[in-house]
């Protein structure tokens, strides 16, 4: 889920953006819809890309990757999502319990539900490409790149407030 790492959550702003360049007083990024508006988030702006963030597993992992949640989702419902982030909380639970019965019920709440809800439609939307499969496997080098350092780094202190 390569594509990812370009797409984010900005708090206080709705919906997500595409980050298109990172400068020195913030980022530029560009909204995730037709209007595909570009602005420049300063260094204040809470921005949390989805790559980085993991949704809480009753596993011995304890998380799995936004991507391969929307991926079991993608798999399991494709375009049609029997829920909307309007749907009641316990619509919203039993749709995570179909979609990923692993999920953690104590620590992902139904906001959490409603944010992935709204993200997947959101890309199924207007960024398919993220739920393309790879037809190639991606040889893996023995020792991590500094970038899935900082990843794994980053996504520790996302699971606090995965999916947020």
């Known amino acids: ?7 984010a959550n900005i708090a206080g702003h709705s919906g997500l953006y595409r980050i298109l360049k990172p400068s020195r007083s913030g980022v530029i990024v560009e ?3 037709e209007k595909k508006e570009k602005t420049m988030m300063g260094p204040s702006a809470r921005v949390s890309v989805l790559h980085d963030i993991s949704v809480y597993v009753d596993t011995a992992d304890e998380s799995m990757p936004l991507g391969e949640v929307f991926m079991a989702i993608a798999d399991k419902f494709g375009d049609e999502l029997p829920v ?10 039993d749709f995570m319990e179909e979609a990923l019965p692993d999920y953690d019920r104590e620590r992902v709440r139904p906001n959490d539900i409603k944010k992935i809800v709204s993200w997947y439609t959101i890309l199924r939307k207007n960024a398919p490409d993220v739920f393309e499969k ?3 496997t991606e040889t893996q080098t023995t020792e991590p790149s500094a970038e899935a350092s900082e990843a794994s780094t980053s996504e520790a202190g996302q699971e606090e407030q995965a999916p947020a």
């Open 134 to 136: 790879s037809n190639s």
């Open 84 to 93: 909307t982030a309007k749907s009641a909380n316990n619509e919203l639970t």
């Open 1 to 7: 889920m390569e594509a990812l790492k370009q797409i």
């Open 31 to 33: 909204t995730l819809d």
